[in-house]
Nanobody
Framework: QVQLVESGGGLVQTGDSLRLSCAAS????????VGWFRQAPGKEREFVAA???????YHADSVKGRFTISRDNAKTTGYLQMNSLRPEDTAVYYC?????????????????WGQGTQVTVSS
């Protein structure tokens, strides 16, 4: 069983930056793929970025060039660095994890989810 705890959300202005963290329990974090998803009010959950256990990454087109996913296996923590934030980035951000060296972009592919952290970008 893996438990995930997100942190780092908040209220920022357009153009600001935030770094979200996803702290994971368990000793096998290095072999897990980690993904970030977000859900805005009234919208479906959407994929944001993912990193495989092997380190390869993939970012959604909507955030490419602005967001960067990374991981620190020694700290069993995943990160989402978000730069040049826009009002349309406002959402609850969730991290997810599953065993695997590849990255995964679909929510049902993940076994474990955090509770979410709110990101609000004001114009």
């Amino acid at each position: 069983q893996v438990q995930l705890v997100e942190s780092g959300g908040g209220l920022v202005q357009t153009g600001d930056s935030l770094r979200l963290s996803c702290a994971a329990s368990g000793r096998t974090f290095s072999s897990y793929a980690v993904g970030w998803f977000r859900q805005a009010p009234g919208k479906e959950r959407e994929f944001v970025a993912a990193i495989g256990g092997g380190g390869r990454t993939y970012h959604a087109d909507s955030v490419k060039g602005r967001f960067t996913i990374s991981r620190d296996n020694a700290k069993t923590t995943g990160y989402l660095q978000m730069n040049s934030l826009r009002p349309e980035d406002t959402a609850v951000y969730y991290c997810a994890a599953r065993s695997g060296i590849y990255y995964y972009t679909r929510g049902p592919d993940y076994d474990y989810w955090g509770q979410g952290t709110q990101v609000t970008v004001s114009s």
